[in-house]
């Protein structure tokens, strides 16, 4: 049977491609779902770097493995997120350049593949929200910024207010290492994760040549198993 839904469970949301018989995949991300999981939402095919419901853990048969996924190299604990998005964008590149994809979720892990379609490396970084907590939960003074997630509301680049210092200086953070890492490994940045459209003008606007795929992760999760 083809699938017609699949979820890669994330660190913060869980991510879902869904289609009705033959029409095209349409993608969506969720909070995560609390036990006990409905019936329903046993998808047909599965993935998880985030913390596995024991209800899918029953499914192991379902679950896409890192092994599944064609990423030359990969070393065993590479999380698949990063082999998909890895693999995905060297093969929408054409399969003979490296490429750098940045997948902006909770933590932004930046993942090198190389020409020959290798995994080459990378970064791994708390990403926007998760060191915002960081700060919060890790200091005296600095507050908890809401569930909402930051406010990005135009703001001097130097702002004297703790929250909107704060919000600025990772974001800062998150643009410095993904500028720095293209300066070392030149050529477009993909860019997904569900802090890019965040980054995404932010790097425009430094002249980083960057290719966002908001949905680079499902898009390839869905091509390899249909
Ligand atoms: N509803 C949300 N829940 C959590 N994070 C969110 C949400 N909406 C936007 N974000 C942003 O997306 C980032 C998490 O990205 P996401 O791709 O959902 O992560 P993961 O794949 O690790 O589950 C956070 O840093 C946060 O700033
Ligand atoms: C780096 C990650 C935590 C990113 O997860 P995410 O923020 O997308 O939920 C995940 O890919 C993971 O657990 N990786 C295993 C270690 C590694 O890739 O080196």
């Known amino acids: 049977m083809t699938p017609q839904q699949c979820l890669l469970i994330g660190n913060s949301r869980w991510h879902w ?10 993608f969506r991300h969720t909070d995560p779902l609390v036990e006990p999981l409905p019936k329903t939402s046993t998808p047909d095919r599965w ?16 679950q896409l493995l890192l092994d599944q996924v064609p990423l030359k190299d990969a070393p065993p604990w590479l999380g698949i997120d990063r082999a998909l998005a890895g ?4 093969l929408r590149s054409g399969g003979g350049e490296g490429v750098c994809v940045v997948d902006a979720g909770t933590v932004l892990s930046l993942t ?6 290798c995994f080459g ?10 060191q915002l907590q960081a700060m919060g939960e890790g200091t005296a003074a600095l507050p908890a910024l809401g569930p909402d997630g930051p406010c990005l509301d135009p703001c001097p680049t130097f702002p004297a207010e703790t929250a909107s210092a704060m919000t600025q200086g990772v974001l800062q953070s998150l643009l410095g290492l993904i500028h720095g890492a293209q300066l070392r490994c030149p050529g477009p940045v993909w860019l997904c994760g569900g802090d890019a459209p965040l980054l995404f003008p932010e790097l ?5 040549e960057v290719q966002h795929t908001p949905n680079l992760v499902m898009e390839t999760f869905v091509d390899l198993v249909s």
């Open 17 to 26: 491609a869904d289609r009705a018989h033959a029409s095209r995949w349409l």
């Open 47 to 62: 993935a998880a770097v985030g913390k596995i419901p024991a209800a899918l853990s029953q499914h192991a048969d379902q």
């Open 87 to 90: 693999w995905g964008a060297w």
């Open 112 to 117: 090198r593949v190389t020409a020959a379609g």
């Open 121 to 130: 490396g990378g970064w791994l970084c708390a990403g926007l929200r998760l």
């Open 204 to 208: 425009k606007a430094r002249g980083v």
